[in-house]
């Protein structure tokens, strides 16, 4: 009898190892798609009334728990993964604990977010403990970028201790307390600190390294506007201008190369850049891909690569069936470091009639030294 309560407890133990272990990988934070929820009696309508009802999270405000297929108006909410997600309306958060990351490594936070009223929506992602006073971002959620309903944020932030407190908050105020952004499936992934390849000086020039892509869905992952480099979830690269650029992956996109790429969403409003070291005077290549990522974005399109104080356009038509085409710059530098620079000239809109944005797929990009221009 008392072997078997111990093989018992032993059993137990062993899955919460298990789970301790599960929750560190990359992917889905405990409850991250938040298909535990509260008990009929923590719920009034759909508004969470018990700030503690919803497993491994702590929330504040007007938070309701949407079961998929549940209906605002005439409106259906969409739920991407599972049957349930929440939404923050106003003033809420939700918030949770990491008790197992490294302090010291840099992490890259992933969430799906969809927008339910025509207002401005923004959420406020913070982790703390933070040495910084302003280390958070405020992330919009006006545009839409896939056809679906859904998009996906990231962000990337450094772990100042080994256990972390994640929030993401509404902070609206004064608004239709039923507004407020539905959110689902939040994720990390630990980033690894990008290294210049043998033959190429960028850093992740092909874009391999980045942020956590849901396996199951389809729309990529956007890297918000005016990321600053300790904030990129894309290591080595920054996101300049004013809106986002969507990180695309090879399950659900073409690439030119590898498993991931940059699809330059917003016209000239979003850029990606990365400064390197170079030698004054000296001649350089920088050669990279230019595509479509076989979504249904058609025309003609137009890259405008920058290096040194030279200007490269290239143009693309897409059939918005796949492809792509290598470009090359020669610049010489005129200064000791170099900014590299991608931007789309036009904005481009899907043929799939769903208003989505979409644009040309910059991929796999080296900067080389000529030695005998
Ligand atoms: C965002 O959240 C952080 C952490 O709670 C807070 O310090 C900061 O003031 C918030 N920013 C805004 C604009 O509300
Ligand atoms: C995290 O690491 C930094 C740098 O090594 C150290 O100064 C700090 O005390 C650590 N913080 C915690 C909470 O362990
Ligand atoms: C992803 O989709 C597959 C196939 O539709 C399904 O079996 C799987 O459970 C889904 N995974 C998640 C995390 O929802
Ligand atoms: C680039 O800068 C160099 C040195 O300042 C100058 O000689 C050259 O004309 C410039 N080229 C362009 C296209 O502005
Ligand atoms: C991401 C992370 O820091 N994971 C760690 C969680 O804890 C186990 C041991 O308990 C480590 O092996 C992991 O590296």
């Not at 058609?298 to 200007?311: H, K, V």
């Amino acid at each position: 009898m008392k072997m078997k309560k111990m093989g018992l407890l032993n059993i137990v133990l062993l899955f919460a190892t298990i789970n301790v272990a599960l929750s560190v990988q990359d992917g889905l934070l405990p409850n991250g798609n938040f298909e535990q929820g509260p008990k009929a009696s923590q719920m009034k309508g759909t508004k969470v009334t018990d700030p503690h009802a919803i497993p491994h999270w702590e929330i504040s405000g007007y938070v309701e728990y949407i079961k998929a297929g549940q209906t605002q108006g005439d409106m259906l909410l969409p739920v991407p993964e599972g049957a349930f997600a929440v939404r923050l309306g106003e003033d809420a958060y939700i918030k949770t604990r990491v008790t197992n990351v490294t302090n010291g490594t840099f992490y890259s936070l992933s969430f799906n977010f969809a927008r339910t009223c025509a207002q401005d929506e923004k959420l406020n992602v913070s982790v703390s403990p933070n040495n910084e006073p302003n280390d958070w971002a405020m992330l919009p959620m006006q545009t839409m970028y896939s056809s679906d309903g859904w998009d996906s944020y990231s962000w990337g932030f450094l772990a100042q201790a080994n256990e972390i407190e994640i929030m993401l908050h509404n902070p609206a105020v004064e608004k239709d307390p039923a507004c407020g952004p539905l959110i689902d499936f939040i994720a990390l992934k630990a980033l690894k600190t990008p290294h210049r390849p043998k033959g190429n000086m960028l850093k992740n020039g092909n874009f391999e390294e980045g942020p956590y892509i849901f396996p199951n869905t389809s729309w990529g992952v956007l890297i918000p506007p005016n990321i600053e480099d300790d904030h990129s979830p894309l290591p080595g690269w920054m996101i300049e201008s004013l809106k986002a650029v969507k990180y695309i992956d090879a399950e659900h996109f073409t690439v030119p190369e590898g498993k991931r790429a940059i699809e330059l969403v917003a016209g000239r409003e979003s850029a990606i850049a990365q400064i390197v070291r170079t030698q004054k005077g000296k001649v350089y290549d920088l050669m990279f891909s230019v595509g479509d990522a076989s979504n249904s974005c058609q025309g003609s399109m137009l890259i405008e690569a920058f290096a040194g104080n030279i200007t490269l356009r290239v143009p693309y038509e897409s059939a918005g069936k796949g492809g792509f085409k290598r470009a090359k710059l020669r610049f010489t530098t005129v200064t000791e470091r170099t900014r590299v620079r991608f931007l789309s000239t036009y904005y481009h809109m899907k043929s799939d009639h769903s208003g989505s944005l979409c644009g040309p797929v910059v991929d796999d990009v080296r900067l080389v030294g000529v030695r005998y221009p």
